[in-house]
């Protein structure tokens, strides 16, 4: 991977991919790719994750020649830009991130002025913990398809702050004052971070310590503070 990317800042043979329309990325036809990809020794760097959503034209993809030695032709650029695949609804088969959407849509529900039901709000924190925590046991900020020794379908996939943030931020803006949903915030980072160590306990750590500062500043009594704050405690006894 690192190969890959010092090639593409030397400028090396580079055709950018563009969206042939608009609507969230549905799916990669990775056998065609393979396929075309595969007879003419290149690699296809995509940018963007199942179910982003994507505007017509925008840049999806590189299509690149490691060996400089291949030449592009627009119909095989054609082929390519067809093999993605845009929808108006969204993947909830290729999607990982589906299930978590769907509980956090859950939870901010139950946090809502109207229900006001934050025991299961507390719940789906505990799941949305469970799911990151084996999501980050595998985690890589790439997945890549080899096709064969030369050509290769590189995915980006979110780092682990990205992960945790857009994961979060809905919950921790919405639960911050409510001391029972923080409380759950911080266990379910503090467990990721439990089961993360040595591979990204440094990111977990940074935003566990993010997440405390913002649900303290929120706590409306200081016996509220006081809890938030033996939580951090507890979480440094077994950090050092």
Do not use: W
């Not at 982003?52 to 082929?79: E, F, P, Q, R, S």
């Amino acid at each position: 991977m690192f190969t890959f990317y010092c090639l593409q800042e030397e400028n090396k043979n580079i055709i950018k991919i563009y969206a042939s329309d608009s609507g969230y990325l549905y799916s990669v036809d990775e056998e065609a790719i393979g396929k075309f990809i595969g007879e003419n020794g290149l690699n296809l760097f995509i940018r963007y994750k199942a179910g982003d959503y994507l505007v017509k034209g925008m840049h999806v993809a590189d299509l690149t020649d490691l060996a400089n030695d291949k030449k592009m032709d627009k119909d095989l650029i054609y082929k390519i830009t067809n093999a993605f695949i845009y929808s108006e609804t969204l993947n909830d088969k290729n999607d990982y991130h589906h299930e978590i959407k769907n509980l956090i849509e859950i939870a901010l529900r139950a946090i809502s002025p109207g229900i006001n039901d934050p025991n299961t709000a507390i719940i789906c924190i505990r799941k949305i913990s469970m799911i990151l925590n084996l999501l980050f046991s595998i985690k890589s900020n790439y997945s890549v398809v080899e096709i064969n020794k030369k050509s290769k379908i590189i995915y980006k996939m979110y780092t682990v702050e990205e992960e945790l943030y857009y994961t979060f931020y809905q919950l921790i803006f919405y639960g911050k004052s409510d001391p029972s949903v923080a409380k759950a915030i911080l266990n379910g980072v503090n467990l990721i971070y439990i089961n993360t160590q040595g591979n990204y306990s440094s990111e977990v750590k940074k935003f566990y310590d993010y997440v405390y500062s913002v649900c303290l500043d929120s706590m409306n009594t200081e016996l509220d503070k006081k809890h938030i704050e033996s939580l951090k405690e507890n979480f440094y006894e077994f950090v050092e």
